[in-house]
């Protein structure tokens, strides 16, 4: 009899817990640094900035580990964090995007001090990097239950470069952890082989906590465009409708500061600029996004044709 209610026990707690269990605990992404799931822009900065997005380099070990050697996995994870950056600044509606998907080698000074060279038609390039990822797994085994819990773990670089003169203006760092756990009972539940979208879910957090304090470099750099033609009193400028300028706007007109080079880091350096003229849009002339034009007249100061080349507009 003593026996008989022993194993009566023994079921009763086995069936109490096969009640309580749920089978798979649902997926959750933990970003180390707290983060906002969609940027918070400035509402009052409308004019949007060009922007190209270069390719990541991947430096972590896992990447350049022998032991994937010959697979795709390094270049999976570059274009994952490339399209991740690309999306969160496009969810901001304020710039227009350029991907440079191409392997441009500039991450050195000197590379960076000759970025004219390669003709980028943006006002600011991002590099990137991932400079750490890692992976683990780990569980429980108990009496009748067992648990698995796997992460992933990255850590990027970004840094933001002034494409008129090669200058790094902005850099910053941030990690992330993304987790997902699984577990049986009497072999019953969900079991299953390493979680792959926790690499991706790793580098968006990473991404996710650095991307406010880029966007906020971005939205308050003052906005640049160029004169492009003069015809008597027709001025033409670069930029429209798509990039936010509109009928009857005004800005200013700056003559170039004078280059010179810095005898440390051999870069040259622009001086400031001098406000010669204010100018006013009377309209837009459509186009695509690189290629639309405005129309406007001069209402205070003067320049000449002759004066193009050595101008710039801003808003500031």
């Given at each position: ?6 194993v ?35 509402e ?13 380099t991947?430096e972590?070990r896992?990447a ?8 795709d996995?390094?270049?999976?994870m570059s ?5 991740i ?6 969810m901001?509606k304020r ?8 392997d441009?080698a500039?991450?050195t ?12 038609p943006?006002d ?31 850590k ?14 902005f ?9 997902s ?6 072999g019953?539940?969900?079991?299953a082989g390493f ?7 790793a ?11 880029l966007i906020n ?32 706007d ?34 837009t002339?459509?186009?695509?996004e690189?290629?639309e034009?405005?129309?406007a007249?001069?209402?205070q ?16």
């Open positions: 009899m003593k026996q008989c209610l022993i009566l026990a023994v079921c009763f707690a086995i069936l109490a817990g096969c009640a309580s269990y749920q089978s798979e605990k649902p997926q959750k992404t933990l970003a180390i640094t707290p983060t906002t799931s969609t940027p918070v822009v400035d009052a900065i409308s004019l949007k900035k060009k922007v190209a997005i270069g390719k990541f991947n972590s896992l350049n580990s022998f032991l994937n050697e010959g697979s996995t390094r270049d999976k274009k994952a964090a490339t399209d950056l690309t999306a969160k600044l496009a901001t710039y227009i995007l350029i991907e440079r998907q191409d441009m500039v991450s000074e000197q590379q960076i001090s000759n970025i004219q060279s390669y003709n980028i943006a600011y390039l991002i590099l990137g990097s991932i400079s750490e990822f890692g992976r683990n797994t780990s569980g429980n085994v108990g009496l009748i239950d067992r648990t698995k819990k796997q992460s992933a773990y990255a990027v670089t970004l840094r933001l470069v002034d494409t008129r003169n090669g200058m790094i203006i850099g910053e760092e941030g990690s992330g952890e993304a987790f756990e699984t577990g049986t009972v009497l019953m539940g969900s079991q979680d792959e979208t926790l690499t991706d879910k580098i968006d957090a990473a991404i996710g906590s650095v991307i406010q304090n470099k971005l939205s308050h750099d003052p906005w640049r465009s160029y004169v492009l033609s003069m015809e008597g009193s027709q001025i033409y400028i670069a930029g429209g409708e798509k990039q936010g300028i509109k009928a009857g005004t800005f200013k007109v700056y003559q170039r500061g004078k280059q010179v080079i810095n005898p440390q880091t051999k870069i040259p350096v622009e001086l400031p600029g001098t406000q010669i003229a204010t100018i006013k849009i009377v309209n002339i459509p186009g695509e690189l290629t034009l405005s129309l007249e001069v209402i100061g003067t320049f000449s044709a002759g004066d193009i080349a050595n101008l710039y507009i801003s808003d500031k």
